[in-house]
Antibody
Framework: QVQLVESGGGLVKPGGSLRLSCAAS????????MTWIRQAPGKGLEWVSY??????????YYADSVKGRFTISRDNTKNSLYLQMDSLRAEDTAVYYC?????????WGQGTTVTVSS | DIVMTQSPDSLAVSLGERATINCKSS????????????LGWYQQKPGQPPKLLIY???IRAAGVPDRFSGSGSGTDFTLTISSLQAEDVAVYYC?????????FGQGTKLEIK
C-alpha cells in the first residue's frame, strides 16, 4: 500500500546536525513532488521545504526559518527523501513529517521527533 | 508571506449539527493561470499525522466523506461539516499553496458540545 516512513530523529545538542529520511513505497516515487512539514510540541503545522519531481529537475524551496541550514534531497533509485539539518536550534524541536505532493499533501508519514537540547 | 487566519480558534458543536470553520488569507490565493484557488484543508486527530480533506478549495480528497465540503474564493474560505460525527473531533488546518512559504492557519479545535 502507499506508505511513507520517516526515520532519523533523535536528541541533538544546539549547533548539531541530523539527517532525516523518508522511505516511500506503493507508488512511483520519482513522479511526485515531496514535502517536509514540522510541528513543534503543542503547536500548529509549519511548512519546511519541498522538492520537485524528476521533471522539475529536483528544484528545492525552503522556509526562511531553515534556509541555509536545512537541505532537502531525494534519491529516486532508493525511493527516499531526505532532510539534512545543520546548525540546529532549540526552536527546531518538532515532529517532522514527510508528505507526498506539494499542492495538497495526500499521503503523510507518521513523523519522526527531533529534540534540540543541551 | 501570506498569512492565514482561521476562525474560530475552537468550536463546540452538537452531534448531527453543522460545523463551520473559516479561513482568511492576507493575499488572493487564486491562480490566474488555471483559475484555481490554491487552498487545502487538513484534519489532525491527536497523535496522528494530518489528513488531507479538501484541495483546490472545494475538491474532496479520496475517501473523504461527503459531509465535508469546502467553499470560497480569493481570500475567504470555509470548511463545512454538514452533520457532525463523533469521529470528526480533531484540529482542522487550512493551508495556502499559492506562493512559498506555503503557510498554514493556526488551527481550529473542534469538539462535541
Amino acid at each position: 500500500q502507499v506508505q511513507l516512513v520517516e526515520s532519523g530523529g533523535g536528541l541533538v545538542k544546539p549547533g548539531g546536525s541530523l539527517r532525516l529520511s523518508c522511505a516511500a513505497s506503493g507508488f512511483t516515487f520519482s513522479d511526485h513532488y515531496m514535502t517536509w512539514i514540522r510541528q513543534a510540541p503543542g503547536k500548529g503545522l509549519e511548512w519546511v521545504s519541498y522538492i520537485t519531481n524528476s521533471g522539475g529537475s529536483g528544484t528545492t524551496y525552503y522556509a526562511d526559518s531553515v534556509k541555509g541550514r536545512f537541505t532537502i534531497s531525494r534519491d529516486n533509485t532508493k525511493n527516499s527523501l531526505y532532510l539534512q539539518m545543520d546548525s540546529l536550534r532549540a526552536e527546531d524541536t518538532a515532529v517532522y513529517y514527510c508528505g507526498r505532493g506539494n499542492w495538497g499533501l495526500d499521503v503523510w508519514g507518521q513523523g519522526t521527533t527531533v529534540t534540540v537540547s543541551s | 508571506d501570506i498569512v492565514m487566519t482561521q476562525s474560530p480558534d475552537s468550536l463546540a458543536v452538537s452531534l448531527g449539527e453543522r460545523a463551520t470553520i473559516n479561513c482568511k488569507s492576507s493575499q488572493n490565493v487564486l491562480f490566474s493561470s488555471n483559475n484555481k484557488n490554491n487552498l487545502g484543508w487538513y484534519q489532525q486527530k491527536p497523535g496522528q499525522p494530518p489528513k488531507l480533506l479538501i484541495y483546490w478549495a472545494s475538491i474532496r480528497a479520496a475517501g473523504v466523506p461527503d459531509r465535508f465540503s469546502g467553499s470560497g474564493s480569493g481570500t475567504d474560505f470555509t470548511l463545512t461539516i454538514s452533520s457532525l460525527q463523533a469521529e470528526d473531533v480533531a484540529v482542522y488546518y487550512c493551508q495556502q499553496y499559492c506562493s512559498t512559504p506555503y503557510t498554514f492557519g493556526q488551527g481550529t479545535k473542534l469538539e462535541i458540545k
